[in-house]
C-alpha cells in the first residue's frame, strides 16, 4: 500500500512564498512520477506541476509557470513544491499524486495514488 502524506501548507500573505512536502511510504517511491493538483472550493481539481521518475524532467501548468518549481529526494521518498509571488487564486487544497505512467501526467486520472491534501490559503 503506497500512502502519502502532504504538509506545509497555511496561511501567506500575496507574494510570498511556500513550500510544500509530500513523503511517500514504500520503497519504490522512485519508480513513479509524482504530481501536484489543486482544487479551490466550488471548482475541479488541477494540474500544478509534475516530475518524472528520475527528476530529469518537470511538466508545470501555464498558471503557475515561472512561480512554482518541484523537485524530489528519492532517497527520501519525498517530493516538494517550491511556490513563489503567491496570488489569492493560488488558494486551494494542494494534492501529491504518484503515478506508474511517465506521460500526460497533466491529467489526473494518470495517477494512482493521493494524498489527503494540504490548504494552502493565500491573503490580498
Known amino acids: 500500500q503506497v500512502q502519502l502524506v502532504e504538509s506545509g501548507g497555511g496561511l501567506v500573505q500575496a507574494g510570498g512564498s511556500l513550500r510544500l512536502s509530500c513523503v511517500v511510504s514504500?520503497?519504490?517511491?522512485?519508480?513513479?512520477?509524482m504530481g501536484w493538483f489543486r482544487q479551490a472550493p466550488g471548482k475541479d481539481r488541477d494540474f500544478v506541476i509534475a516530475?518524472?521518475?528520475?527528476?530529469?524532467?518537470?511538466h508545470c501548468a501555464d498558471s503557475v509557470k515561472g512561480r512554482c518549481t518541484i523537485s524530489r529526494d528519492n532517497h527520501k521518498n519525498t517530493v516538494y513544491l517550491q511556490m513563489n509571488s503567491l496570488k489569492p487564486e493560488d488558494t486551494a487544497v494542494y494534492y501529491c499524486?504518484?503515478?506508474?505512467?511517465?506521460?500526460?501526467?497533466?491529467?489526473?486520472?494518470?495517477?494512482?495514488?493521493w494524498g489527503q491534501g494540504t490548504q494552502v490559503t493565500v491573503s490580498s
Open positions: 499524486a504518484a503515478s506508474k505512467r511517465i506521460f500526460m501526467l497533466d491529467i489526473s486520472s494518470a495517477y494512482d495514488y
Open positions: 514504500g520503497r519504490t517511491f522512485s519508480s513513479y512520477s
Open positions: 516530475i518524472t521518475r528520475s527528476g530529469s524532467s518537470t
